[in-house]
C-alpha cells in the first residue's frame, strides 16, 4: 500500500524582495493544495531581515562589531556604535512604521530628529534646500507627503544599518543581492563550498536559527527551496545544510529561475551533500513526480525534469511526461506568509520607480512564457520563456477575486515576460463586466496593438502601470536584436499609454553588440526626449550580458561577436565573454548614462545637450554630437496625431 503524501514546506530564502512575498512559493503551496497535498510556505528573506533589523538583532549587531579591531572600523561602524543607544530605542517603531503598523510616527521622523542618520544620508544633499533653510525635499513631497517624506529617511535608515552589517559582520550582505557572487555565473562551486565550511557569522546563525524554527512548526518531510536569482543560492544552501545537519531524512528540493538558467548542465557531486534533487522549469509536473516516487508509487526513473546524485555521480532523469496546463496549476495562495509584516520601502523618489519597492502586490501571470519568444539577447531557447500559454479571461479573473478574498488586498503585479494584448484587452473586459475593482501593473512589449483606445479600456480596469524594453533605443540595433518594435512606435504606444494616466518605465540596454559611442550617444538623446515629452517616467539601465541560451550566444557570427571561451566547471553556466571589434569601453559609458538617467526621472537636466553627461568620463576628449534630431519624438508623436485624427 502506497505511503500518505508526504508533507511539503516550501521556503523564500534571503533575499528577495521586503515589500511583498517573491510569488514562487505561493504558486507551488497553491497548486500542490489544489492536488490535495498538506503544502505550507515560509518566507525566511523576511524573517532573517525582521530579526537582524530588531531591538535583540541590533544588540549581537553592536557585540560583532565591538570584536572588530578600533583600526579597522568603517566610518558607518563607528558611527553606528557611537549613536548605538538611538538605533536600539528607533528601530523597532521603524520597522512597524514601514509595514503601516504606525503612521503616526511619521511626524517623528520627517523632524529629522529621531533617527540617527549615517552615510546613506548624505545622498540627500544632492537636492538644493531652500534660500530660507527649509526643507530640501519639498520639491518631492510637497506639504502634505509627509507619509512618504517619512517612508524615504526610514529606508535610508535601514540602508545605513545594512552598511554597518556589512562592514562589520558579512560584506556579502545586501538586501537583494545577497552573496551574489558564489553562484553568479560560477563555473565552479569551490567558492560556495568555501563559504559554506566556513564558521557561521551572525547572519548565518540567524539564518539557520530560523530555518530550523520553521522545520519544528511544519514537521515536512520535503523542504523546497526556491532560488530566483544569483543572490539567494548561498541562503538557500545554508538552510539545507541546517537541515540536513538535524533532520537527515527531510527531502531537500532545489529550483527556481537560477537553476532553470545556470544549472541546466550541472555536475557537481558536492551540491548533492545538502540537496537531494534538483528539478528544472515549471515545478508543477516535477513536483507530482517526485511526490509519487517519495510513496513508492514512481519509480526513480520516471522522474521528471530531475538531477540527483547517484553512485557519487550527478544523473540527469527526465521522464517524459506533459506539463501540466497553465489553466489548470490552480490559483496561488499566501496562506502562511506573514502579509502584514513585509516592509514598504522608498528608496527611489520617481513614483513610477518606486512601485517594486513600495507597497504589498499580489504578483500572477496572465500568461507562461513569452508570445514573441525572438528578441536575441533573451534566454528565447529556456522553457520559461519558449512555451507559452494564456489563462482565459475567466479563469485569471477568478483567480484575482479568489486571491482579493484571501488576502483583502486589491493590488496586483502581472509578472509576465510580456504579458499579450490579447489577453490583457480580455481581462479588462472580464473585470469591467464583473464590476471588480483592482489596481494593477506589470510588463509588455511596446508594440502598436496598444492603440490609445486599448490604452484607455485598460486604464479603466485599473492598469496604473506599465513597463516594457525600449532597450538600445537606437532603430539599427533594435532591428539588429529583433525586438519587433522601433524608436518611433514606442514612443506613440508608451504616449498613448501616459494621455490615459498609466505611469510607464522603460527597461533601457547599452552595450549590445556594434554598439558605438555614437549609438550611445543618439540612444540617450532618444531617451531625454521621450522624458520631455511625456512618454515615459522612469527607466534603469542595465549592462547586455551575452548569455550560452541567448540567439546572440548561439549563433554570435550573426550578431557581429566572436565568443571567449566558457571556463570548464561543472557548476554555473549562463553568461558568455565576447569580442566585439567596435572595442567601445561600455562600463565607461555605463556611469554617463546611469547618472543622466537618475537625474532625468527627477526632473532635471531635460532641456540640456546629453553630452554633457559623457564629459567627466572622456575627460576632455570630443563628445560625439548626437545624429537625433532635437525634436525626433516631437515629430513622430505628431505623425500620429495626424494619421489618427
Same mark, same amino acid.
Given at each position: 500500500?502506497?505511503?500518505? #503524501?508526504?508533507?511539503?514546506?516550501?521556503?523564500?530564502?534571503?533575499? #528577495?524582495?521586503?515589500?511583498?512575498? =517573491?510569488?514562487?512559493?505561493? +504558486?507551488?503551496?497553491?497548486?500542490?493544495?489544489?492536488?490535495?497535498?498538506?503544502?505550507?510556505?515560509?518566507?525566511?528573506?523576511?524573517?532573517?531581515?525582521?530579526?537582524?533589523?530588531?531591538?535583540?538583532?541590533?544588540?549581537?549587531?553592536?557585540?560583532?562589531?565591538?570584536?572588530?579591531?578600533?583600526?579597522?572600523?568603517?566610518?558607518?561602524?563607528?558611527? =553606528?556604535?557611537?549613536?548605538?543607544?538611538?538605533?536600539?530605542?528607533?528601530?523597532?517603531?521603524?520597522?512597524?512604521?514601514?509595514?503601516?503598523?504606525?503612521?503616526? $510616527?511619521?511626524?517623528?521622523?520627517?523632524?529629522?530628529?529621531?533617527?540617527?542618520?549615517?552615510?546613506?544620508?548624505?545622498?540627500?544633499?544632492?537636492?538644493? @534646500?531652500?534660500?530660507?533653510?527649509?526643507?530640501?525635499?519639498?520639491?518631492?513631497?510637497?506639504?502634505?507627503?509627509?507619509?512618504?517624506?517619512?517612508?524615504?529617511?526610514?529606508?535610508?535608515?535601514?540602508?545605513?544599518?545594512?552598511?554597518? !552589517?556589512? *562592514?562589520?559582520?558579512?560584506?556579502?550582505?545586501?538586501?537583494?543581492?545577497?552573496?551574489?557572487?558564489?553562484?553568479?555565473?560560477?563555473?565552479?562551486?569551490?567558492?560556495?563550498?568555501?563559504? $559554506?565550511?566556513?564558521?557561521?557569522?551572525?547572519?548565518?546563525?540567524?539564518?539557520?536559527? $530560523?530555518?530550523?524554527?520553521?522545520?519544528?512548526?511544519?514537521?515536512?518531510?520535503?523542504?523546497?527551496?526556491?532560488?530566483?536569482?544569483?543572490?539567494?543560492? =548561498?541562503? &538557500?544552501?545554508?538552510?539545507?545544510?541546517?537541515?540536513?545537519?538535524?533532520?537527515?531524512?527531510?527531502?531537500?528540493?532545489?529550483?527556481?529561475?537560477?537553476?532553470?538558467?545556470? !544549472?541546466?548542465?550541472?555536475?557537481?557531486?558536492?551540491?548533492?551533500?545538502?540537496?537531494?534533487?534538483?528539478?528544472?522549469?515549471?515545478?508543477?509536473?516535477?513536483?507530482?513526480?517526485?511526490?509519487?516516487?517519495?510513496?513508492?508509487?514512481?519509480?526513480?526513473?520516471?522522474?521528471?525534469?530531475?538531477?540527483?546524485?547517484?553512485?557519487?555521480?550527478?544523473?540527469?532523469?527526465?521522464?517524459?511526461?506533459?506539463?501540466?496546463?497553465?489553466?489548470?496549476?490552480?490559483?496561488? #495562495?499566501?496562506?502562511?506568509?506573514?502579509?502584514?509584516? +513585509?516592509?514598504?520601502?522608498?528608496?527611489?523618489?520617481?513614483?513610477?520607480?518606486?512601485? %517594486?519597492?513600495?507597497?504589498?502586490?499580489?504578483?500572477?501571470?496572465? @500568461?507562461?512564457?513569452?508570445?514573441?519568444?525572438?528578441?536575441?539577447?533573451?534566454?528565447?531557447?529556456?522553457?520559461?520563456?519558449?512555451?507559452?500559454?494564456? &489563462?482565459?479571461?475567466?479563469?485569471?479573473?477568478?483567480?484575482?477575486?479568489?486571491?482579493?478574498?484571501?488576502?483583502?488586498?486589491?493590488?496586483?503585479?502581472?509578472?509576465?515576460? &510580456?504579458?499579450?494584448?490579447?489577453?490583457?484587452?480580455?481581462?479588462? @473586459?472580464?473585470?469591467?463586466?464583473?464590476?471588480?475593482?483592482?489596481? %494593477?501593473?506589470?510588463?509588455?512589449?511596446?508594440?502598436?496593438?496598444?492603440?490609445?483606445?486599448?490604452?484607455?479600456?485598460?486604464?479603466?480596469?485599473? /492598469?496604473?502601470?506599465?513597463?516594457?524594453?525600449?532597450?538600445?533605443?537606437?532603430?539599427?540595433?533594435?532591428?539588429?536584436?529583433?525586438?519587433?518594435?522601433?524608436?518611433?512606435?514606442?514612443?506613440?504606444?508608451?504616449?498613448?499609454?501616459?494621455?490615459?494616466?498609466?505611469?510607464?518605465?522603460?527597461?533601457?540596454? +547599452?552595450?549590445?553588440?556594434?554598439?558605438?559611442?555614437?549609438?550611445?550617444?543618439?540612444? $540617450?538623446?532618444?531617451?531625454?526626449?521621450?522624458?520631455?515629452?511625456?512618454?515615459?517616467?522612469?527607466?534603469?539601465?542595465?549592462?547586455?550580458? /551575452?548569455?550560452?541560451?541567448?540567439?546572440?550566444?548561439?549563433?554570435?557570427?550573426? =550578431?557581429?561577436?566572436?565568443?571567449?571561451?566558457?571556463?570548464?566547471?561543472?557548476?554555473?553556466?549562463?553568461?558568455?565573454?565576447?569580442? *566585439?571589434? #567596435?572595442?567601445? *569601453?561600455?562600463?565607461? !559609458?555605463?556611469?554617463? !548614462?546611469?547618472?543622466?538617467? +537618475?537625474?532625468?526621472?527627477?526632473?532635471?537636466?531635460?532641456?540640456?545637450?546629453?553630452?554633457?553627461?559623457?564629459?567627466?568620463?572622456?575627460?576632455? &576628449?570630443?563628445?560625439?554630437?548626437?545624429?537625433?534630431?532635437?525634436?525626433?519624438?516631437?515629430?513622430?508623436?505628431?505623425?500620429?496625431?495626424?494619421?489618427?485624427?
Amino acid at each position: 500500500m502506497p505511503a500518505p #503524501t508526504p508533507r511539503v514546506l516550501a521556503l523564500i530564502p534571503p533575499m #528577495t524582495q521586503l515589500n511583498t512575498p =517573491y510569488p514562487s512559493t505561493a +504558486y507551488l503551496t497553491g497548486f500542490l493544495r489544489s492536488r490535495g497535498v498538506d503544502a505550507r510556505q515560509e518566507d525566511l528573506a523576511l524573517a532573517l531581515v525582521l530579526h537582524l533589523f530588531s531591538r535583540e538583532g541590533l544588540s549581537a549587531l553592536r557585540d560583532a562589531a565591538e570584536v572588530q579591531p578600533t583600526a579597522k572600523r568603517s566610518a558607518q561602524v563607528r558611527h =553606528y556604535l557611537r549613536e548605538f543607544p538611538r538605533y536600539a530605542a528607533t528601530v523597532d517603531p521603524a520597522i512597524a512604521f514601514l509595514q503601516g503598523r504606525d503612521a503616526t $510616527l511619521a511626524h517623528r521622523i520627517n523632524t529629522r530628529q529621531f533617527l540617527p542618520e549615517g552615510g546613506r544620508f548624505h545622498s540627500l544633499k544632492v537636492y538644493v @534646500a531652500r534660500e530660507d533653510g527649509g526643507d530640501p525635499l519639498a520639491w518631492a513631497f510637497g506639504a502634505l507627503g509627509s507619509a512618504d517624506r517619512a517612508r524615504h529617511l526610514a529606508t535610508l535608515y535601514l540602508d545605513d544599518i545594512a552598511d554597518v !552589517l556589512r *562592514d562589520a559582520v558579512d560584506d556579502r550582505f545586501e538586501f537583494v543581492r545577497y552573496a551574489e557572487k558564489l553562484a553568479a555565473s560560477q563555473p565552479t562551486f569551490e567558492p560556495l563550498a568555501q563559504a $559554506l565550511a566556513a564558521a557561521p557569522n551572525l547572519v548565518d546563525r540567524t539564518l539557520e536559527a $530560523l530555518a530550523l524554527e520553521a522545520i519544528e512548526r511544519h514537521a515536512p518531510e520535503v523542504v523546497l527551496l526556491s532560488v530566483p536569482f544569483p543572490g539567494s543560492v =548561498y541562503a &538557500a544552501l545554508r538552510i539545507a545544510q541546517a537541515v540536513k545537519r538535524k533532520h537527515p531524512r527531510i527531502v531537500t528540493v532545489l529550483g527556481g529561475g537560477f537553476v532553470n538558467t545556470e !544549472l541546466r548542465t550541472l555536475r557537481e557531486p558536492r551540491v548533492f551533500d545538502t540537496i537531494d534533487y534538483v528539478m528544472l522549469d515549471a515545478g508543477e509536473r516535477p513536483l507530482l513526480a517526485l511526490l509519487e516516487h517519495l510513496q513508492g508509487r514512481r519509480s526513480r526513473e520516471r522522474l521528471v525534469r530531475c538531477f540527483l546524485r547517484e553512485d557519487g555521480k550527478v544523473r540527469y532523469v527526465n521522464f517524459p511526461e506533459p506539463d501540466v496546463p497553465f489553466d489548470e496549476t490552480g490559483t496561488p #495562495t499566501w496562506d502562511g506568509l506573514p502579509l502584514d509584516r +513585509y516592509l514598504s520601502l522608498l528608496d527611489m523618489l520617481n513614483p513610477m520607480h518606486r512601485l %517594486w519597492n513600495d507597497g504589498r502586490w499580489n504578483k500572477l501571470t496572465v @500568461a507562461q512564457g513569452c508570445y514573441w519568444k525572438k528578441c536575441s539577447f533573451c534566454d528565447v531557447s529556456l522553457d520559461y520563456i519558449s512555451r507559452f500559454e494564456a &489563462a482565459s479571461a475567466k479563469v485569471m479573473v477568478d483567480r484575482i477575486e479568489a486571491v482579493v478574498a484571501e488576502t483583502g488586498e486589491t493590488g496586483f503585479h502581472f509578472v509576465d515576460e &510580456a504579458a499579450p494584448p490579447k489577453a490583457l484587452k480580455a481581462l479588462a @473586459a472580464e473585470l469591467q463586466a464583473r464590476g471588480l475593482s483592482i489596481s %494593477w501593473w506589470g510588463n509588455i512589449r511596446f508594440e502598436k496593438t496598444f492603440t490609445p483606445d486599448l490604452c484607455r479600456q485598460l486604464a479603466e480596469s485599473g /492598469c496604473i502601470a506599465i513597463s516594457g524594453g525600449l532597450e538600445v533605443a537606437s532603430d539599427r540595433l533594435l532591428k539588429l536584436m529583433k525586438k519587433g518594435v522601433s524608436v518611433d512606435q514606442v514612443a506613440r504606444v508608451t504616449r498613448a499609454f501616459a494621455d490615459a494616466g498609466v505611469l510607464v518605465h522603460a527597461y533601457l540596454m +547599452y552595450g549590445f553588440p556594434t554598439q558605438t559611442v555614437q549609438d550611445t550617444v543618439d540612444a $540617450l538623446e532618444n531617451v531625454r526626449q521621450l522624458f520631455v515629452n511625456g512618454c515615459i517616467h522612469s527607466g534603469f539601465f542595465h549592462r547586455f550580458t /551575452c548569455t550560452v541560451h541567448s540567439p546572440v550566444g548561439r549563433n554570435p557570427q550573426d =550578431y557581429g561577436v566572436s565568443l571567449q571561451p566558457l571556463p570548464e566547471g561543472p557548476f554555473a553556466r549562463n553568461d558568455v565573454g565576447f569580442s *566585439d571589434a #567596435t572595442g567601445v *569601453d561600455h562600463d565607461r !559609458l555605463g556611469h554617463a !548614462l546611469r547618472k543622466a538617467l +537618475y537625474n532625468f526621472m527627477h526632473g532635471v537636466g531635460l532641456e540640456e545637450d546629453v553630452r554633457r553627461w559623457f564629459e567627466e568620463e572622456f575627460e576632455g &576628449a570630443r563628445v560625439p554630437r548626437p545624429t537625433v534630431g532635437r525634436r525626433r519624438i516631437a515629430a513622430a508623436l505628431r505623425t500620429e496625431t495626424r494619421r489618427t485624427g
